[in-house]
């Protein structure tokens, strides 16, 4: 069965950057399609970012469009969040997430699809 394990959170300031890494285990990622989410205080969690088995479709909330990429490498099995020029507001846990879907159609970063998920790990951005 998948796991997955995020890491790479922490306490950075307003304007820096942060890469987030999605490690998987107990499967390999080729095949699945793997999405990143977050969660803020008092929020419902809601889709950041998402990319196809293959890599050539990714996905983007309108809120990090041109800040953040998605990115993996399925010979080592992690699936990468840059994050640039982050903001208070991107303050939230981070979570990844994957479903085996094996086509290389536009992914989506709508939270029912995906049916494996990490246990999440900490944004805070402020100064």
């Known amino acids: 069965q998948l796991q997955l394990v995020e890491s790479g959170g922490g306490l950075v300031q307003p304007g820096e950057s942060l890469r987030l890494s999605c490690a998987a285990s107990g499967s390999t990622l080729p095949g699945y399609t793997i999405g990143w989410f977050r969660q803020a205080p008092g929020k419902e969690r809601e889709g950041v970012s998402c990319i196809s088995s293959g890599g050539s479709s990714t996905n983007y909330a309108d809120a990090v469009k041109g800040r953040f990429t998605i990115s993996r490498d399925n010979a080592k099995n992690t699936v990468y969040l840059q994050m640039n020029s982050l903001k208070p507001e991107d303050t939230a846990v981070y979570y990844c997430?994957?479903?085996?879907?094996?086509?290389?159609?536009?992914?989506?970063?709508?939270?029912?699809?995906?049916?494996?998920w990490g246990q999440g790990t900490q944004v805070t951005v402020s100064s």
């Open positions: 997430a994957a479903r085996w879907w094996n086509f290389e159609t536009r992914c989506t970063i709508a939270r029912p699809f995906f049916d494996s």
